[in-house]
């Protein structure tokens, strides 16, 4: 069985910074695309980050990019989001995901909840 379970969301103020952990099991990140999703209250699910575990490349929204980096520790089968700069517009749900096309994975996580004061 297929599990991913994220981390480390929170409560944090305007211009501050969380990492959010994904911990797979069942599956190995390196036979599999993972990234990031939000949700935000009455928006749509939005792609925030993506990586391929075999060589590193990565993706980011404009949304966040140059505020947020994707990593992943393979032997670990964990995957990391290191959130900064943080603004009211980044609060959601953030659900981590995997898949052979990460567009449309098929395994999710529960979701973690950021909530960024102004």
């Known amino acids: 069985e297929v599990q991913l379970v994220e981390s480390g969301g929170g409560l944090v103020q305007a211009g501050g910074s969380l990492r959010l952990s994904c911990e797979a099991s069942g599956v190995s990140f390196g036979d599999y695309s993972i990234g990031w999703f939000r949700q935000a209250p009455g928006k749509e699910l939005e792609g925030v980050s993506c990586?391929?575990?075999?060589?590193?490349?990565?993706y980011y929204s404009d949304s966040v990019k140059g505020r947020f980096t994707i990593s992943s520790d393979n032997a670990k089968n964990t995957m990391y989001l290191q959130m900064s700069s943080l603004k009211p517009e980044d609060t959601a749900v953030y659900y981590c995901?995997?898949?052979?096309?990460?567009?449309?994975?098929?395994?999710w996580g529960q979701g973690t909840q950021v909530t960024v004061s102004s």
């Open positions: 990586i391929n575990t075999r060589d590193g490349t990565n």
């Open positions: 995901a995997a898949g052979p096309n990460i567009r449309t994975p098929n395994y």
